[in-house]
């Protein structure tokens, strides 16, 4: 078992050795009428961290927090979460300034009161590489699979598909090392 954890540690100080990383996030914010034709603001602000495995493939994760409304059982709901989404990424398109990319994963949202939210599908974006170390990002849109559960309920809400929505356009920046 000792020589099983001391490879895995050699394997990750060398490929740490040999990528490079990136830290920074992104914020977001939309407004948007409710069901009641009230006007209604969601935000988030998403910290993220990432290593280039090489030049076309990283893996990182986003942890996050935010407020947001959710809409259940007929009911708009304003909420404050905790999210968690880590992702691997493919660089598609490469150029001098401009990247496009798009990130596969996994997210989870954890909403004060117990609603639990579950995604699993692809992001579109697009970076502009202002420098060698300062990348400004943004990504647009979801396609995948999305679920909602309230706490105690044996129901849950899915969703199949894409959205190119305000609420799903992120802006951000890097600062790579």
């Known amino acids: 078992m000792k020589k099983i954890l001391l490879s895995f540690a050699v394997a990750c100080v060398s490929l740490a050795a040999s990528a490079q990383g990136y830290v920074g996030g992104s914020i977001g914010i939309a407004s948007s009428k409710d069901g009641n034709s009230e006007n209604v603001t969601t935000y988030q602000v998403l910290p993220e961290v990432g ?62 009161g117990g609603i639990n939210a579950w995604s699993v599908g692809l992001k579109p974006g697009v970076s502009v590489n202002v420098s060698p170390k300062v990348s400004f990002i943004a990504h647009v849109g979801f396609a995948g699979w999305k679920s909602v559960k309230l706490k105690g309920s044996s129901v849950d809400a899915h969703t199949w598909g894409a959205s190119l929505d305000g609420n799903n356009i992120t802006f951000g920046v890097y600062y790579n090392f």
């Open 51 to 112: 290593i280039n495995l090489d030049e076309n493939w990283a893996i990182g994760t986003v942890v996050g927090w935010g407020k947001s409304n959710v809409n259940i059982a007929n009911e708009n709901l304003v909420n404050n979460y905790f999210k968690l989404e880590p992702y691997v990424r493919y660089t598609f398109a490469r150029s001098k300034y401009v990247n496009g990319f798009i990130d596969g994963g996994f997210g989870y949202q954890h909403y004060r």
